[in-house]
């Protein structure tokens, strides 16, 4: 038995094996590189096949016929090595149909002139055997074609190298192993080519089908050793395994055909041993919107619905869409569960929260005209009677113009601090309005402190304001005005004959600290601990016995918030409290004191 003969034996065996890469390929198809790959391993399983052949065929004529079997993939396997490098190495983005049209000029022309070589000789010159070795053997003078068909190869041979260079250079430790492989693997049919066109070699044996072999044997090794065809996959697999929606697929007759971890954790009847393929009326008998909305095929609909489970029940957003090929024509289902349960107990949160927010402030509402409709109806009075008092006077002949005109004058202020406080409170029934204006801060502490002075008279209380002039704030004007009065209010209820209450004013951390001190007797330790906490405390009596509804504080507390500031105090029994409170600094500079300039509604 010849040599030739144990080539042939070697080269079916190369094929087979080359084959077999190519159906690895065409199971990975959805990868292009795994295309581009597979079909270079078809083209060298040509060469490989006809080449077995034509080393024991007797004639030229068989030669000759199995020379075609071998240019059936020859033309093509350096076009598709370098569509293979492009997507290797980061750029599928250049492989577009002008460019593969580009690259298969050269190749079909080969292919062309090969099958019709008879009737030109330009891409062999002359075809004779040659029975040198105890074999016959194909004499081939290449003519100028052939040349070309070499030239493209090796230039395309030389580019891509010269990208995977490139690759290597930039990759990590682990990627240039992967790198390495694909280059010394792609050096195998071109090195083979080269040795024969060389004529170095002893034997006169083209080793290019040979080198398919040692290409595909480093091919395989970087494919099971790195992973290079079944990476992306795996990783799409685990990607798919790991995503926290739930991802259910169905064929066209509404069975499973695959699913997630996640959708196995959201329907207790899917399973890994008997899911597949199972009918959806099966799986989701307990669910019969969602089995109802499969079924009608209701492409790209989305709804809300419970899932209760053994373990807890869970609110899922439903998404069904069609699953549909490359020609738009439908394929299966996908069903998209996507877990909304914290999304919906926090509405039902906000819902409660709402309607109480809704209750509170029915409540505000009927609270303030309460105590709005009961401080006016007595003032209403007073006013009456103090006009019989004047005319009665004036009837009596006594003078008592300074007392009477100070009395009506308090009254008649006070009265019209209490209209305006009731026409507040009826704006406000929509839900609060904050209205804030640029407000010259010493100003408005006057104008309460007159309102203060016939209560502060009555008990000997010195009431001393050491804010500057033209220090402004950014706050309600209303609100404003009730923060200082309360505060002033609770002041004087606490102190003692005789005592003092001090207004300061300072700049600190882009706000305005404003402080209300008074030499009172001081707040308890247990009263100290919940004063600025409960929503409705308890009110306590005056040095002098005053009374009070108790919810001046919890107004101040309420309306510095809103105001975007916050409240806080000190307090020492038998010495005295201080109040603070923050204000907004104005975020222009204005000189007018009511000047507004911006509004929003609180919900």
């Not at 609060?432 to 640029?438: A, R, T, Y």
Request: hydrophobic content about 45%.
């Amino acid at each position: 038995m010849n040599y030739n003969q144990y080539l042939s034996a070697l080269l079916i065996v190369a094929t087979c094996f080359i084959l077999n890469m190519a159906f690895l390929s065409w199971k990975r198809r959805e990868l292009p590189i795994a295309i581009s790959y597979g079909l270079g391993m078809l083209a060298g399983a040509f060469y490989t096949l006809g080449y077995a052949f034509e080393i024991v065929s007797p004639t030229i004529a068989q030669i000759h016929d199995w020379l075609r079997v071998e240019y059936i993939g020859i033309p093509f396997g350096s076009m598709l090595w370098m569509i293979m490098v492009l997507q290797y190495t980061g750029r599928q983005a250049f492989v577009r149909k002008r460019l593969v049209l580009l690259l298969l000029v050269i190749p079909v022309t080969t292919l062309v002139a090969h099958y019709t070589n008879g009737a030109h000789h330009l891409f062999y010159k002359s075809m004779t055997m040659d029975s040198s070795e105890s074999f016959p053997l194909v004499s081939l003078v290449k003519g100028p074609l052939y040349w070309v068909h070499v030239t493209y190869a090796y230039t395309l041979f030389i580019i891509g190298m010269g990208l995977m260079i490139q690759m290597y250079r930039k990759a990590t430790p682990r990627m240039k192993k992967q790198i390495a492989f694909m280059m010394i693997g792609s050096f195998g049919p071109y090195g083979g080519t080269l040795l024969y066109l060389s004529g170095v070699t002893l034997i006169p044996i083209d080793f290019t089908p040979f080198g398919f072999v040692f290409s595909g044997v480093c091919y395989m090794w970087g494919i099971y050793q790195f992973n290079m065809l079944r990476l992306a996959p795996f990783a799409l697999q685990k990607v798919f395994e790991s995503m926290q929606d739930a991802v259910i697929v169905l064929d066209l007759d509404n069975c499973i055909a695959s699913f997630n971890q996640s959708a196995s954790q959201a329907i207790e009847s899917l399973n890994r041993k008997n899911a597949v393929g199972q009918p959806a009326a099966h799986i989701f008998s307990l669910y019969p919107k969602l089995l109802e909305r499969l079924i009608k095929q209701e492409s790209s609909s989305d709804y809300k619905a419970q899932i209760i489970r053994q373990a807890d029940a869970k609110f899922y957003n439903v998404h069904l869409s069609l699953i549909c090929d490359n020609n738009e024509k439908p394929v299966g289902k996908m069903l998209l569960l996507s877990d909304v349960t914290e999304t919906v107990h926090n509405e039902e949160t906000l819902l409660y929260k709402s309607r109480q927010l809704a209750e509170l402030n029915t409540f505000k509402d009927k609270m303030f005209n309460v105590v709005a409709h009961d401080i006016r109806d007595p003032l209403a009075v007073l006013i009456n009677l103090m006009e019989l008092m004047e005319e009665e006077m004036q009837t009596c002949g006594e003078s008592h113009d300074e007392i009477v005109h100070e009395m009506g004058q308090q009254i008649q202020n006070t009265f019209v601090l209490v209209e305006g406080l009731l026409e507040w409170f009826h704006s406000q029934r929509g839900g609060m309005v904050f209205n804030p204006v640029i407000r010259d801060l010493a100003h408005t502490v006057q104008t309460n402190v007159r309102l203060m002075q016939v209560r502060s008279v009555s008990k000997n209380i010195k009431i001393i304001s050491d804010i500057p002039d033209n220090l402004y704030v950014f706050a309600d004007k209303e609100m404003l005005d009730l923060i200082i009065r309360n505060l002033l209010s609770n002041a004087i209820k606490f102190t003692e004959n005789g005592g003092s209450i001090r207004l300061k004013a300072d700049y600190a951390d882009g706000k305005i600290i404003v402080s209300v001190s008074d030499t009172g007797s001081g707040i308890p330790e247990g009263q100290a601990e919940s004063l600025l906490q409960e929503a409705y405390p308890v009110s306590s009596l005056g040095t002098a016995g005053e009374r009070g509804v108790g919810l001046g504080l919890t107004l101040c507390r309420e309306f510095v918030r809103l105001n975007g500031g916050e409240i806080w105090f000190e307090s020492t029994l038998a010495q005295g409290s201080t109040f603070y409170f923050s204000l907004p600094i104005p975020p222009i500079t204005s000189d007018q004191t009511d000047h507004q300039v911006g509004r929003r509604d609180i919900v």
